[in-house]
Each structure stands twice: as C-alpha cells, then as structure tokens.
T-cell receptor, first 112, second 111 residues
Framework: NAGVTQTPKFRVLKTGQSMTLLCAQDMNHEYMYWYRQDPGMGLRLIHYSVGEGTTAKGEVPDGYNVSRLKKQNFLLGLESAAPSQTSVYFC???????????FGQGTRLTVV | QQPVQSPQAVILREGEDAVINCSSSKALYSVHWYRQKHGEAPVFLMILLKGGEQKGHEKISASFNEKKQQSSLYLTASQLSYSGTYFCGTGASGSARQLTFGSGTQLTVLP
C-alpha cells in the first residue's frame, strides 16, 4: 500500500518549458489536492478535485492547470514555467468520510 | 487570508511543555494541525470542528475557541521526536477540506 506517490521527485526546468507532475493514490480517496510550499509561506492550495472529472481553483491557481481523468490520478501542468514557480509541490488526498489528508513526498521544482 | 501562527520558533528541552497558537480573521469551521519534519511530507495530527470537542492524542492536545477564531496546540512533556514544523490549516463552512495554512512554527526539542 504505497499511499500517495508523486513523480518526479526533482526537476529543473528552463523558463518557458512545460511539464506535468503526476500524483497517484491507491487509497480510493475522492478528494485530491495540489499545494505549493515556499519558505516562510506554509502550504498554499493551487487546485483541488472532489471527484473524477471535476477540478476547482484554489488560492494560487494562475499558471497551472490540472486534470483528474481517473479517480486515482491528479495531474498538475505548467504550460510555460516561470522562475516564480520554483517551489516544492505536494499532492494530498482525503477520503470523503474523513478530514485527514495524506501527503505525497513532494516534488522539488527549480525553474531557471 | 492566511492564519497567523505564534511563536514562529521555539526551542525546548526534552520534557518541557509548549503551546502553539493559530489565529484567523475569518470565521472558521475547522482547524487542522499538521507536523512536518525536514525534507518530509506533512503528517496529520488532529482536526477540530466548530461545535466539536477538544481533541487530544497522548501528550498532544488542541483547543478551538470559536468566538475568537483561535486554536492552540499543546505539547506536554515534549520528546525529541516532537521536533519539526507545525502548521495549522483553517477551513470555512462548506469548504472545510480546502485549507488555508499558516506559515508554521518551528519546534526544536533538545536532549
């Protein structure tokens, strides 16, 4: 039982490049989230999903897109990376009957 | 708006007690507490819901003052394993799972 798995764990991008971060959970959770964590800022919600095929904007959605085609996967896309998107990205999931969020190990992204 | 946590950092000796506060300017429905060790993912500690009871787990407990929109995390007889950064996340009614996190409190427990 792996829990929440994020791929990749590290990535360096050049400004303007695109990439997709993958989050996969094997707990059959309905809710999934993408957060970014910056020094001194805590975690900020980018986008979230309450079920397969549905997504919604969080606190800081600009520059990101998401998709939830399958219940177990939540993808975060950067169409044109900017240095301001340098951050650690965390995916999390929650069962609909609980408030406990399970986090992945994070993806450290550097945009140069 | 981001909840405000205090203190920003605290250093303790093993066995000492600590209190971490979380304050919001918005009406709250839920307060969630997480601990994150360096280089690791945040781990859920507990949640307090509006109208709910004070929660506790062994030597870590929390309270939620609905009128003041404040929550406090109490760590009793701290252990070395308690070291890490503690975050409170707040949720509003109808969006209790879409959290706004504070900037964290770094707790260091020394032997």
């Amino acid at each position: 039982n792996a829990g929440v798995t994020q791929t990749p764990k590290f990535r360096v991008l050049k400004t303007g490049q695109s990439m997709t971060l993958l989050c996969a959970q094997d707990m059959n959770h309905e809710y999934m989230y993408w957060y970014r964590q910056d020094p001194g800022m805590g975690l900020r919600l980018i986008h979230y999903s309450v079920g397969e095929g549905t997504t919604a904007k969080g606190e800081v959605p600009d520059g990101y897109n998401v998709s939830r085609l399958k219940k177990q996967n939540f993808l975060l896309g950067l169409e044109s990376a900017a240095p301001s998107q340098t951050s650690v990205y965390f995916c999390a999931s929650t069962h609909r009957g609980s408030y406990e969020a399970f986090f992945g190990q994070g993806t450290r992204l550097t945009v140069v | 708006q981001q909840p405000v946590q205090s203190p920003q950092a605290v250093i303790l000796r093993e066995g000492e007690d600590a209190v971490i506060n979380c304050s919001s300017s918005k009406a709250l429905y839920s307060v969630h507490w997480y601990r994150q060790k360096h280089g690791e993912a945040p781990v859920f500690l507990m949640i307090l819901l509006k109208g709910g009871e004070q929660k506790g787990h062994e030597k870590i407990s929390a309270s939620f003052n609905e009128k003041k929109q404040q929550s406090s995390l109490y760590l009793t007889a701290s252990q070395l394993s308690y070291s890490g950064t503690y975050f409170c996340g707040t949720g509003a009614s109808g969006s209790a799972r879409q959290l706004t996190f504070g900037s964290g409190t770094q707790l260091t427990v020394l032997p």
